[in-house]
């Protein structure tokens, strides 16, 4: 018996530090049943004081913490939420999702969390919450004078307004970044599926791992919102194109200086090659991901193939292979009956959508070959099969077109189990159908030609964020179609939006700016956390002797002198097995035009260069672990004299560890002071 307004709550928000709720608001439903769970709204909130206090408060809290401090609280709050999730599952089966659905967005929203946190470590200094962005400039002769790029966290706020497919992946994706960066979010979700994200809120809540301020939660509308933004602020949109182009033209944004960055429906295609036959491993790995993205979260997916683009000489082959394919794997019901493998569409209202949307295909040159827009017989929670008259439920549908140029096959998306088949004959004809669609978020090349992947892939490039190119090799371990990974932009131009919600450090990137910085060679190493040549130094005690308690930067060493003999360079070659000409046959090298006669290998220079400037008594330094941007600048002959200098030039330590990270300066140079060669020393370094 479905429940009436009097018997549910309104759904709470989180503001200002508490838990706040409105007094009505929009019915969201199970989209199985119909069962009334929740009303959400936010008539009567405070969102400028919300917007306020994350300004005040959320900057505050967050900026007390390093890149490193941020990233490990990322981790934990992962952590709780993974202990979470078979609480978060079962919410997330009244949304439509099946279990396979919730990995999606549960478990692929925890991992974004923990992706994050491992980068934040890996790729972000802990001194500073600024990042350095790229080599310094030098702008005057005697190197009193640079330039230096950087990226600061904005000032403001992150909202965050999302879409219904993915109520918790869609909200860590963009939570992530921002919090690592250094900014508090408001998160909006939609109506439809806000209990959940309510729900993984409350979990992060609860823990206390939240910086205050750091995470506030809005359910219901912000209609009002961008007023009370400026250029302090950055808005992440994830839904309709339209609705996007709406706030893109917002005065705040286009003179206000709102940041807005939007991901939107894209018409996403997988192009087969012509070299694919219906017993080829490609064929076979298509036909699947083609049915994986029609079923999977009931086709509402940004990310989801709406065009199948194939040979026209194998597309009967291919339609029937997926309609094999569903018959053979989709069973639609009620997430909560065993064996289920396709849910219903989030609400009553978007099947409806996708149904009018289907009809607008079929009025513009399309036919259904596979399914029907009738109301399906689906599986029920208590095994029993019938119809589910208040039920979200569509079968996938499969239309194809014979006019592969239709304006509705490249303009219309149904954002549902919904996908369309158009033919093509040539590379140049697949890739210009490919880019009718406006602009994409992903499009999948299937083929084992080189040839044909590489015309493909630099022909829809310009018109696609992400290529996933599938053949016989990656098809079992590619993370497919529709899965957009954190270590990699998601996004794309055009219809799609123009955004980039992921991409590793990228991300983070987008709740800063980039500025440059200039001043003498002292100030920007005192404002970049990083030693750049022409700054002072301080020579002493070896640096290799202090710990990072007392390591600064500029500390420094200056070998003494090694002369370079014919005897040694001879031996190297031996013992190393290195005979190249230039340090074996004197006749030979000095006809070459970059050596004046046999010289000495660059690898025996740096040898030495690390016994002059290593100390070799036990002591802080643990361990050398790499070279970086090595060059070899000036050739050294027999004769020559080579020493080194050694300087601190980026300290890093570990949050939670007994050691950290140091980056030196190596420079070793000739009797004539000119340099030989440079790069940089990576070691770990005890902190005491």
């Known amino acids: 018996m479905t429940a009436t307004a009097v018997d549910i709550r309104v759904l709470p928000s989180y503001v200002q530090g508490q838990w706040w709720q409105g007094e009505s608001g929009t019915p969201t439903r199970d989209a199985s049943t119909g069962e009334v769970l929740a009303l959400v ?90 990042i350095v962005d790229g080599a310094a400039e030098n702008l005057a002769k005697d190197g009193t004078f640079g330039g230096q790029h950087v990226y600061e966290r904005i000032s403001g706020v992150a909202l965050q307004i999302n879409a219904f497919n993915f109520p918790v992946w869609g909200m860590l994706e963009k939570f992530a970044p921002a919090f690592l960066a250094g900014v508090p979010s408001i998160v909006k979700p939609a109506t439809p599926t806000a209990l959940l994200t309510e729900a993984a809120v409350r979990v992060m809540v609860d823990s206390g791992l939240l910086p205050e301020g750091s995470l506030q939660l809005v359910c219901g509308g912000v209609r009002e919102v961008l007023d009370l933004l400026d250029l302090r602020d950055h808005v992440s949109f994830t839904g309709s194109a339209s609705t996007a182009a709406g706030l893109a033209v917002h005065q705040r944004v286009i003179r206000g200086g709102v940041g807005f960055t939007a991901e939107t429906d894209s018409l996403n295609a997988a192009i087969l090659g012509p070299d694919v036959t219906p017993d080829a491993p490609e064929f076979a790995a298509f036909v699947a991901s083609v049915v994986t993205e029609m079923t999977t979260k009931a086709g509402q997916k940004c990310t989801s ?138 499009a999948t090349v299937c083929s084992f030609d080189p040839a044909f992947v590489g015309a493909v892939v630099s022909g829809i490039a310009p018109f696609h964020g992400r290529i996933l190119v599938l053949d016989r090799v990656d098809a079992r371990t590619s993370t497919g179609h529709g899965s957009p990974v954190p270590h990699l932009v998601h996004g794309g131009p055009g219809r799609a939006g123009g955004g980039e919600e992921l991409g590793g450090i990228r991300a983070v990137k987008h709740y800063m700016r980039r500025l440059a910085l200039q001043g003498s060679p002292d100030v920007l190493t005192g404002l970049t956390g990083q030693w750049r040549g022409g700054a002072a130094t301080s020579t002493g005690e070896h640096p290799f002797r202090k710990p990072l308690a007392r390591l600064r930067l500029g500390d420094s060493v200056e070998s003494a002198e090694r002369v370079i003999t014919l005897d040694d360079i001879a031996h190297f070659a031996e013992f190393t097995g290195d005979t190249f000409y230039a340090h074996t046959d004197e006749e030979a090298a000095a006809a070459n035009p970059f050596f004046p006669g046999r010289v000495a290998h660059g690898y025996l220079l740096l040898s030495w260069a690390a016994g002059l400037f290593v100390d070799p008594a036990p002591g802080p330094v643990l361990a050398n672990y790499g070279l970086e941007n090595l060059r070899f600048l000036t050739p050294v002959s027999p004769g020559d004299l080579v020493k080194v200098a050694l300087t601190a030039k980026e300290i890093t330590p570990r949050e939670n560890e007994e050691y950290g990270e140091v980056r030196w300066d190596a420079v070793l140079r000739n009797q004539r002071d000119e340099a030989v060669a440079t790069y940089d020393v990576l070691t770990l370094v005890s902190k005491e």
């Open 41 to 130: 709204g936010s008539d009567g909130i405070d969102l400028a004081g919300a917007i306020e206090y994350a300004r005040t408060v959320g900057q505050r809290s967050l900026g007390e913490l390093t890149f490193h401090q941020r990233a490990l609280r990322l981790k934990a709050l992962a952590t709780v939420l993974n202990e979470a999730k078979e609480d978060l599952y079962e919410i997330s089966d009244r949304t439509g999702a099946t279990r396979r659905d919730s990995l999606v967005d549960v478990d692929g929203g925890i991992g974004v969390l923990f992706t994050y946190s491992s980068k934040g470590r890996r790729e972000l200094p802990n001194t500073l919450t600024r």
């Open 305 to 442: 193939i709406r065009r199948v683009i194939v040979p026209e000489a194998i597309a009967d082959d291919v339609v029937t292979a997926i309609a094999e394919r569903i018959a053979a794997r989709t069973v639609l019901g009620d997430p909560r009956a065993e064996g289920v493998t396709m849910g219903p569409l989030a609400s009553t209202e978007q099947r409806d959508e996708v149904v009018r949307s289907v009809e607008a295909l079929v009025a513009g040159g399309g036919r259904i070959v596979i399914g029907s827009l009738s109301s399906p017989e689906i599986r029920h929670e208590d095994g029993t099969t019938g119809p589910a008259p208040e039920g979200a439920f569509l079968a996938p549908v499969l239309l194809r077109f014979d006019d592969a140029e239709s304006t509705a096959v490249h303009e219309i998306e149904a954002f549902g189990p919904v996908a369309s088949i158009i033919t093509y004959r040539t590379a140049d004809e697949a890739v210009r159908l490919a880019n009718l669609g406006g602009g994409s978020l992903v």
